[in-house]
């Protein structure tokens, strides 16, 4: 069965960091490149970042760029997003999802963690 | 501000046809391909469409997607009680990026 699997979330402080994992499982992973998506409490989904299948292109929104950090391991089937700097606003459900070269879209995608950014 | 402009509401009444409209600029729509997302209630986004208007496999042929110029729409006929749900356009920018609409809540009556 295809999954992903997002960890890592909680409670952090302004200004604090966090890192989230996401374990990939059911398909080949380092053929895929992958994303990170964000949805705030009540709003809709923004995109966060991309990495391709062999980190060699690496793409992030620009609400996150300098912060926030995307990297993959291949051998561990394991994609992760390094969250520094925090913000209130970086407050929302975390998704990582594939993006297949057959759809182009995102089209798995794991149940979501929740990073809370609050003193 | 989302980049890509959708109705925040939409509705009809089962057995309806439902359109929901999408739209953009020339550096994501206009040259790049259109997806849609459904997001039931409490669970994560799924795939609708694909490429403009291409279904992934499990997806009812009641969905179907168009794109015209810098626009795009989704289209639900037969439209059913579990169709209620959030739905989202999207597609990559030419600056590198993916871009989102800002979601269009569905309603079945």
């Known amino acids: 069965e295809v999954q992903l699997v997002e960890s890592g979330g909680g409670l952090v402080k302004p200004g604090g960091s966090l890192r989230l994992s996401c374990a990939a499982s059911g398909f080949t992973f380092s053929s895929y490149s992958m994303n990170w998506v964000r949805q705030a409490p009540g709003k809709g989904l923004e995109w966060v970042s991309s990495?391709?299948?062999?980190?060699?292109?690496?793409y992030y929104a620009d609400s996150v760029k300098g912060r926030f950090t995307i990297s993959r391991d291949n051998a561990k089937n394991s994609l992760y997003l390094q969250m520094n700097s925090l913000r209130a606003e970086d407050t929302a459900v975390y998704y990582c999802?594939?993006?297949?070269?057959?759809?182009?879209?995102?089209?798995?995608w794991g149940q979501g963690t929740t990073v809370t950014v609050s003193s | 501000q989302s980049v890509l402009t959708q109705p925040p509401s939409a509705s009809g009444t089962p057995g309806q046809r439902v359109t929901i409209s999408c739209s953009g600029s020339?550096?994501?729509?206009?040259?790049?391909?259109v997806y849609w997302y459904q997001q039931l209630p409490g669970t994560a986004p799924k795939l609708l469409i694909y490429r403009n208007n291409q279904r992934p496999s499990g997806v009812p042929d009641r969905f179907s997607g168009s794109k015209s110029g810098t626009s795009a729409s989704l289209a639900i006929s037969g439209l059913r009680s579990e169709d209620e749900a959030d739905y989202y356009c999207?597609?990559?920018?030419?600056?590198?990026?993916?871009?989102f609409g800002g979601g269009t809540k569905l309603t079945v009556l």
């Open positions: 999207a597609a990559w920018d030419d600056s590198l990026n993916w871009v």
């Open positions: 020339s550096s994501n729509i206009g040259s790049n391909y």
């Open positions: 999802a594939t993006e297949t070269p057959g759809t182009g879209g995102m089209d798995v």
């Open positions: 990495i391709s299948s062999s980190s060699s292109y690496i």
